[in-house]
């Protein structure tokens, strides 16, 4: 069942919230710092705890296998809001190196591919 998945995806997320928040607060930040890491991380150990204990089968296992996979895009494209956002409270300048490092990121593309495509025409 879904359900099970959407359980500890719930859980890893507020785990991991708190525990990045602990952790800004403790070095003088006020934010989360590595909250989405710690959650992936916590997603992950908690996956493998439940495959090697087998307390899931079926449909319960395909559910959480689907939402450890829905996990990290959902997650990345939260985090690019709060950044745009952040950008274009945070001034000119901010927004200014936005662009040019995804300009910069655009440009390299046709140097990037080329790595590893070692076929010889």
Do not use: H
């Not at 939260?78 to 300048?93: E, H, L, P, Y």
């Not at 995804?102 to 440009?107: D, W």
Request: hydrophobic share 55%; net charge neutral; glycine share 14%.
């Amino acid at each position: 069942m879904t359900i099970y998945g959407v359980a500890i995806l719930a859980f890893c997320f507020l785990v991991g919230k708190i525990m990045g928040s602990l952790l800004g607060a403790a070095l003088g930040f006020d934010g989360d710092i590595g909250g989405v890491g710690f959650a992936m991380l916590l997603l992950m150990l908690i996956n493998l705890y439940v495959k090697d204990k087998e307390w899931f089968r079926g449909e319960s296992e395909r559910g959480i296998s689907f939402w450890k996979s829905m996990y990290l895009p959902i997650i990345v494209a939260m985090a690019a809001t709060q950044n745009v956002n952040a950008a274009i409270s945070g001034g000119a300048v901010a927004l200014l190196v936005g662009v040019l490092g995804t300009l910069a990121c655009f440009a390299l593309v046709p140097w990037l591919s080329k790595i590893g495509n070692n076929e010889k025409q």
